[in-house]
């Protein structure tokens, strides 16, 4: 939060004069740094994008902290984009999407909403993003239900309506080392969290656990230098879980634990951390409705109540969420 | 080519709810659109125009209340269900934040729950008392929309909405508290909205609201138990809106209070089709889920479709729909 006090906050101002400064400061930043349009009805491929470089280091904030002046400005943006690769790993589907605004100002643990194709679909699915290169997203899609089933066979050249980046990012600035602890579809983050460690030149390494080898063949869309891989039945890699593998490959006592997946392996994976000591953080699943914050479908049990994972998460610190056993019906694996 | 000027022209979508001037007759449903993480998520300018003639915040409570175990949401067969339970802060907290809503450019209607009648009219003597200090700027607040329609909590909400004595009762003591607009937002979960709905207006309502969602059970397709964590829900979206279309027509075609038409309004067409029934205003729910273009979408499609139709104002296609007795 280096440039927290730059404007590009929402303060305990009403919303009026915030809007004001919030849109001239991006017009002055945008000169500056990285690019700011407003969000149009007219022109749906672009959206308002600003940006800061304190930003990208924010931690989960509530909306009353946001209302504090600690939320730093908005950055999403909402349109259509170009799938322009698709990649396949059995089921599952690499989608590469050319979205400039979206991807100038996407942090690691950021997802989007995507419009499922079709007119027979209304509620957006999340998707995290799994990297992003350039001007372009990379999105890892698991066919679950019939909404997920029909963003996974998107083609290459079919347009993608998408909003984002929503949600807080993982708060990499302080990592020394990281393990990266991903079950399932839920590793997808975790690349572009790799990708820019990397960069700094922080020592990753990653313990992925999976079901079988159907859903194992998922570690082939990660690029992560030290990749270890677990599934549930033993047929590729180490038989166990991916706390398990997490727990076996183990880590240095200066390493934050970045975990990502479903609500019960989190919880493993906070039990596990906090008995040997380490620290870190949690990217959350959850079913959405709006994904911006309005209708509070999206919550998990926190330690401070229930916390809606689109704006308040997807990425909490480990030991916040409390298990509250499986939710009637299997909750969000059970793809209803 | 008689109709050139028409063609050319944009329609004149201004009405007038009860009294109170509106732009264009679109609201957002309670609940769907939060003005504020509006703007937090993608700066004001999603707010220039603002989206909607009026805004309804979520439903605000006597007490703050945790909401119901997730899951919460999942998608249907045109529509989706819910069951979030009127999760929010609870009055106090919300008034502190009231000021933040300054900015709005439109109309502010304060929707309000409760579990027990007395509640709703504590937060509406809340809201009222605030208004009078004038410490700050505060959103221009022209009413009240009484919930007395959500499935999803445990007494009040339905226990009320059902019941005509019971809505009548706390829409006359709320009537007496306050000299703004009252709207009774209906349950379609009755056999007689009409009755409801009669009893909301003898009572002194200005307007009523409908439909606020259908009670629903979604399973969980592998292990054969319930999706949400509440277990019951409200269904909304496009499989609701014949049967909000037809309380609305029942009701425009009985009585004279002004409605706010709402129930699975995806495009200008839907919202058209409800104005045909009877409704002076309409509301975009589950639209809203579909992506933040879709308010904006809906004003212009229904502006185009006044426009392909010859119609120059709203008033000329009000009831079109109604029987003629």
Request: aromatic letters at 4%.
């Amino acid at each position: 939060m280096s440039e927290s006090d730059d404007g590009f906050v929402m303060t305990g101002e009403r919303l009026s004069r915030t809007v004001t400064r919030l849109a001239g400061r991006c017009v002055t930043r945008a000169s500056k740094k990285r690019s700011c349009r407003a969000i149009a009805s007219a022109a749906p491929t672009t959206g308002r994008v600003c940006t800061t470089a304190g930003m990208a280091e924010a931690p989960p904030r509530s909306a009353a902290a946001a209302l504090r002046g600690e939320q730093a400005c908005a950055a999403a943006a909402s349109g259509s984009y170009r799938v322009v690769e698709r990649r396949s790993f059995g089921p599952y589907a690499l989608l590469t999407v050319l979205a400039p605004d979206v991807a100038a100002v996407a942090r690691p643990g950021q997802f989007v909403m995507a419009a499922v194709p079709g007119p027979q679909f209304h509620l957006r699915r999340p998707l995290s993003l799994h990297s992003v290169e350039g001007p372009r997203l990379r999105l890892l899609v698991e066919p679950r239900g019939e909404g997920t089933r029909a963003l996974a066979d998107t083609g290459v050249a079919d347009t993608l309506a998408l909003t984002g980046p929503l949600g807080s990012g993982f708060p990499l600035g302080d990592v020394r080392a990281a393990l990266l602890v991903g079950g399932g579809i839920g590793a997808a983050p975790l690349q572009f969290v790799a990708d820019v460690l990397r960069e700094r030149g922080v020592p990753v390494t990653a313990a992925f656990g999976f079901r079988d080898e159907g859903q194992a063949r998922l570690a082939a869309a990660f690029e992560v230098d030290d990749l270890w891989v677990a599934t549930d039945d033993g047929t590729v890699g180490r038989r166990g879980t991916a706390v398990e593998l997490a727990s076996a490959v183990g880590a240095g006592p200066q390493a934050s634990v970045l975990a990502c997946g479903p609500a019960p392996m989190i919880a493993q994976v906070g039990s596990w951390a906090a008995a040997v000591g380490l620290t870190g953080y949690a990217s959350l699943e959850a079913h959405m409705a709006c994904g911006t914050g309005a209708c509070h479908g999206c919550v998990v049990a926190t330690r401070e109540g229930y916390l809606r994972v689109c704006v308040d998460g997807p990425v909490f610190p480990l030991d916040l969420p409390v298990a509250t056993g499986e939710p009637p019906g299997g909750g969000v694996e059970a793809g209803c | 080519m008689l109709t050139a000027p028409l063609e050319t022209g944009r329609p004149d979508l201004a009405v007038t709810l009860a009294g109170v001037s509106l732009e264009h007759p679109v609201l957002n449903a309670s609940g769907t659109f939060d003005a504020l993480e509006t703007a937090r998520r993608f700066g004001a300018g999603a707010l220039e125009p603002f989206p909607f003639a009026a805004y309804v915040p979520k439903t605000v409570t006597l007490e703050a209340r945790a909401g119901n175990p997730p899951p919460r949401v999942t998608e249907t067969a045109s529509g989706m269900i819910n069951a979030v339970g009127l999760q929010n802060p609870g009055i106090a907290a919300w008034l502190d934040e009231l000021p933040l809503l300054a900015g709005v450019p439109v109309p502010v209607v304060v929707n309000i729950g409760g579990s027990r009648r007395a509640d709703y009219l504590e937060v509406l003597r809340r809201v009222e008392a605030r208004l009078e200090v004038h410490d700050t700027d505060l959103p221009r607040v022209i009413g009240y929309e009484l919930n007395v329609s959500c499935p999803n909590v445990g007494g009040g909400g339905l226990a009320i909405g059902t019941q005509p004595a019971e809505t009548a009762r706390l829409t006359a003591a709320a009537r007496a508290l306050t000299r703004r607009l009252i709207i009774v937002k209906l349950t379609p979960n009755v056999t007689d909205i009409v009755a409801v709905a009669r009893a909301a207006a003898d009572a002194g309502a200005d307007a009523v609201s409908l439909v606020n969602t259908l009670r629903a059970l979604v399973l969980d397709p592998q292990s054969l138990t319930p999706c949400l964590g509440n277990r019951t829900g409200g269904l909304c979206g496009p499989a609701i809106k014949p049967v909000a279309l037809r309380m609305v027509w029942e009701i425009a075609s009985a009585l004279d209070v002004p409605i706010i038409g709402m129930g699975g309004i995806v495009s200008g067409r839907d919202a058209l089709e409800f104005v045909a029934c009877g409704a002076t205003a309409v509301a975009i729910g589950a639209a809203n889920f579909t992506g933040p273009e879709a308010p904006l979408r809906i004003v212009a499609e229904l502006a185009a479709e006044m426009r392909r139709r010859g119609l120059t104002d709203l008033a000329a296609v009000r009831g079109r729909a109604l029987s003629r007795t």
